[in-house]
């Protein structure tokens, strides 16, 4: 009895200590890193990583930067390489970076020069390929044939990687006829005829003549011009809401 007593004592005593919980400490990122870039400024790759050191490490955030910076259209691949240390996680993006771009060609226009599609390239040889800037690229050339009147055109690249790790970018153009206006109409007009507004535009319908003389091809500049025209007209005659 006087053990069972002596146990219900200590029991007492040792439930009337405090507990003390211990909470867990969070990593901390010690180092952040970037290897594996020779031509492409590592400026242009911390730009990309939001990260820091002495912060509380992030998985999701790290992957999150790694993605960011693959998107910059310069890598090939982009790794994270993680190790812990005394002081928290070291973090190293290692980037494999794509070739340098050789030479620039462009194949299949006959309507266009080519100085004036190499002009609208958003890329530059002895940089590094950028997968981003070819597609930039591929929306210019566009733009620059839609301006001419070639609304249809189709714009494919060709990326050929040499021996020496160097890259030869194509341009293909698949030209189409040009674009004619049919017929020019207006809506909502009730106080000029439509000959008369016809009249303050550049842009004229098809004749039979356009395949000489060149009028009656659709233009976006001319168009947009055209618009500019029409506003003013409208506002020289009182109508200041068009």
Not at 92 to 109: A, C, D, Q, W, Y
Not at 159 to 167: F, L, R, S
Not at 204 to 216: A, H, N, P, R, V
Request: net charge positive; hydrophobic share 35%; glycine share 6%.
């Amino acid at each position: 009895m006087k053990k069972f007593k002596g146990f219900i004592f200590s029991l007492l005593i040792l439930l009337c200590i405090p507990v003390i919980v211990f909470a867990q400490v969070p990593e901390r990122i010690a180092k952040v890193e970037v290897t594996g870039n020779e031509r492409v400024d590592t400026a242009v790759i911390t730009n990309n990583i939001k990260i820091k050191e002495g912060e509380e490490y992030n998985l999701d955030k790290i992957r999150e930067d790694m993605k960011n910076i693959y998107k910059t259209g310069f890598f090939s691949d982009v790794q994270i390489d993680i190790r812990d240390t005394e002081k928290g996680k070291n973090v190293t993006f290692v980037v494999i970076e794509r070739p340098p771009v050789k030479s620039i060609l462009v194949s299949g226009n006959k309507k266009v020069k080519t100085d004036d599609l190499i002009d609208k390239v958003k890329l530059k040889t002895g940089t590094v390929l950028n997968i981003e800037k070819v597609k930039e690229s591929m929306d210019e050339i566009r733009k620059l044939y839609s301006s001419k009147g070639y609304y249809s055109a189709r714009v494919t690249y060709d990326i050929d990687y040499g021996e020496k790790y160097d890259a030869t970018v194509t341009f293909v153009i698949d030209e189409p006829q040009l674009s004619y206006v049919k017929k020019i109409s207006f809506a909502g007009n009730k106080h000029f005829k439509d000959s008369k507004l016809k009249g303050y535009m550049q842009t004229k319908e098809k004749g039979w003549l356009s395949w000489f003389t060149g009028s009656g091809i659709l233009d976006d500049d001319t168009l947009v011009q055209d618009r500019r025209n029409l506003e003013a007209f409208y506002h020289d005659n009182g109508y200041t809401k068009v």
